[in-house]
């Protein structure tokens, strides 16, 4: 495979700090963490005893908590846990583990951009089955169109990046039946799952519904609960032969690290759901805020029930070509955001027109965001 080409995050990356504008593209949040799950990776740093390789599978401790964590949580009895270099090693790990060349996963579209990749990496194709706007709801009779005969994975990912869709029961249910008739593995990314913003909503990991926990590998990491993307610590969790496709690909890819903030993790899953269950309610009225100025704006904006996104429709704009949009907002607004059409296999499709702005942003840059773009659109 040859080097993939620049992604569209790092040109709006490069635009934003060229034109100085608000940078609401990237997904990561502008204040730290919770200071206990700091402090405990500064105690880990100055132990004397932290600081060496971890175990191949991660520090007792935190495999421990992630057991505790699907227990308490979920209800599930994982075999295995496998500690990786964020869910993005994860799920490196679990494509080039589990998949053979001329395989075939079935993914949702939009796709979170490491996916196409790694399957690449793999030899393995992607075969997308669509989250339809305005709603990004599924049709199970799509995803029942893209299994063949090569079909060995179902990948999914919900809370979803990039259109905030919380999957709810039914379509679960209809995904989960579909892994039994096929026998197809289930990889599911849930690094969202404590982000799941409206009241009325549940995240509902896949391995729970009947049938599929011994064939579902559940990923997830601290960097989105907790406000810290930059540490990349994951997991993967589930039945010992899935997880043991993981650790065998993993311990080439980078061995054992990270060992102080493992021990943070560790920490961090054991204080409880409260810590993210704060940062949802934070997030929430982010979101509420966003959108409501995205709408005096003259976007039209779609429901997101989660995640750090919400798209906007720029068409009531007379902006038909969000990428073409992207191009421009941070010169003539100040502020940048991503198109969805980054994220799609047809960017001429009904995703055309929009756009993925990110709200795990201060209160006031997320108002001097939206006080650019209403002078701009007025
Ligand atoms: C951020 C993100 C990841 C990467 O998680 P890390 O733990 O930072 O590697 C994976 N999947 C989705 C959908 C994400 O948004």
């Known amino acids: 495979m040859s080097a993939p080409a620049t992604t569209i995050f790092t040109v709006m990356t490069a635009l934003a700090e060229e034109t100085g504008a608000i940078n609401l593209g990237q997904g990561f949040p502008d204040e730290d963490g919770p200071s206990l799950v700091v402090e405990a990776a500064v105690a880990a740093l100055r132990s004397g005893t932290q600081n060496q390789y971890a175990p191949l599978g991660g520090v007792a401790p935190l495999r421990a908590a992630v057991l505790d964590h699907q227990r308490r949580r979920y209800g599930l009895e994982p075999e295995d846990v496998q500690v990786t270099f964020g869910a993005t090693e994860a799920l490196a790990s679990a494509l080039l583990g589990l998949l053979s060349p001329g395989d075939e996963v079935v993914v949702l579209d939009p796709v ?8 690449a ?30 079909t060995r994975m179902l990948l999914l990912n919900s809370p979803h990046n990039p259109t905030g869709r ?17 026998d197809l593995i289930a990889v599911t990314d849930e690094v969202y ?22 064939r579902t590998l559940t990923i997830s990491s601290v960097g989105k609960t907790y406000s810290l ?10 039945p010992a032969e899935l997880v043991g496709a993981v650790r065998s690909v993993k311990q080439f890819l980078s061995f ?12 961090a899953l054991g204080a409880g759901d ?8 934070a997030l929430r009225g982010k979101r509420d805020r966003l959108s409501a100025g995205l709408t005096a704006a003259g976007f039209a904006v779609l429901p997101s029930q989660g995640t750090y996104f919400v798209c906007a429709d720029a068409d009531p704009l007379g902006h038909p070509d969000a990428e073409a949009l992207c191009l421009r907002l941070p010169h003539e607004a100040g502020v940048v955001a991503i198109p969805i059409s980054a994220f799609v296999s047809d960017p001429a499709g009904e995703t055309r027109s929009l756009l993925r702005f990110a709200f795990c942003k201060r209160e006031s840059v997320l108002d001097e965001a939206v006080q650019r773009l209403v002078a701009w659109a007025g």
């Open 112 to 119: 979170y951009d490491s996916y196409p990749a790694i399957a």
């Open 166 to 182: 919380v999957l709810d029961r039914a379509e679960l249910e209809a995904i989960a039946a579909l892994c039994v008739e096929y």
């Open 256 to 267: 054992a690290g990270g060992t102080p903030l493992q021990h943070a993790a560790a920490a």
């Open 121 to 150: 990496m793999a030899g393995a194709t992607l075969r997308r089955v669509a989250l339809h706007p305005p709603d990004w709801r599924l049709d199970p009779e799509e995803v029942r169109a893209a299994i063949g005969p090569r």
């Open 229 to 238: 993307t930059g540490w990349k610590i994951g997991w993967a969790s589930g």
């Open 274 to 281: 409260g810590l993210p269950g704060e940062l949802a309610v």
């Open 193 to 214: 799952e404590h982000l799941v913003l409206d009241t009325d909503r549940e995240h509902i990991p896949l391995a729970t519904l009947p049938g599929m926990e011994q």
